[in-house]
């Protein structure tokens, strides 16, 4: 009988994984190639493999240099935002922090709407509200991160060891002396680390904020693919590429050490 219901269930998934599958095809409109498609493609490689080089320092304007250092910026000062703002609502929303089951759930339904909205969609109206610039994706990269470092940053609060707490709560100490000679030593190494691996995304996020208008080398990269300057698009994306790869690697050096 088991495996009889066992096997009824396994063919009712897969025949629901087809029609998923089916459903997806045929919603799509694919309408093949253009006519022009084999040149064109042609070019981008072409351009994309002879990049401009020229292009990486310019004395008298901006330059993939400039682009890239206040990419990096945007993302220092995004993730240093978040990481600080953030511990009050990681604190809020965990759960071994109150006794009352209602308050950790509020924090976590905030955190939550938090992460809801993209850092596209919040760079779009810090745009509309400060104006196009870095000050737009710096804002927008802070309030995204405060999501997802509050979520990360409020399980490393639930995970504690609470045998240095109870060591404290029974030799009379208060609330805050509990929280700053028990809690917070524990839970510092594993915040730094949240907040570098989130720097290590919002690179990535600076990078594509600027297509946006939001600063970085996000702007340059649309003007290029815009005047279809494919060695200009080459040198930029090249750049992005060796940048992102060494602040993984630095990052990934750094959080070892850390935990």
Request: proline share 4%; aromatic share 10%; glycine share 10%.
């Amino acid at each position: 009988m088991t495996n009889t219901s066992s096997r009824i269930r396994f063919w009712v998934i897969a025949v629901l994984i087809v029609l998923v599958y089916y459903w997806s095809v045929t919603g799509l409109k694919l309408e093949g190639f253009t006519e022009n498609a084999g040149r064109d493609f042609t070019t981008i490689v072409k351009g994309l493999l002879h990049p401009d080089w020229g292009y990486v320092y310019l004395p008298e304007g901006e330059d993939l240099l400039r682009g890239l250092l206040e990419t990096l910026a945007i993302s220092i000062l995004g993730t240093v935002i978040s990481a600080i703002i953030c511990i009050p609502f990681a604190f809020w929303a965990a759960n071994n922090m109150s006794r009352f089951k209602s308050v950790p759930a509020s924090g976590k339904f905030v955190l939550s709407l938090i992460r809801t909205f993209p850092e596209i969609i919040m760079a779009i109206i810090f745009i509309k509200a400060v104006g196009p610039g870095s000050y737009a994706g710096v804002l927008a990269l802070g309030l995204h991160s405060i999501g997802m470092l509050g979520k990360l940053y409020s399980e490393a609060i639930e995970n504690l060891d609470l045998g240095p707490t109870e060591a404290l709560v029974a030799c009379g100490a208060n609330r805050l002396q509990v929280l700053w000679f028990a809690v917070i030593p524990q839970v510092i190494p594993h915040f730094l680390s949240f907040a570098m691996y989130r720097f290590e995304i919002n690179i990535r996020s600076a990078s594509i904020l600027g297509l946006i208008g939001a600063g970085g080398i996000g702007t340059p990269l649309i003007f290029a693919l815009e005047a279809r300057a494919w060695n200009r698009v080459g040198i930029i994306l090249l750049g992005i590429i060796v940048m992102v790869t060494i602040i993984d690697y630095i990052s990934s050096a750094i959080r070892k050490r850390l935990v």
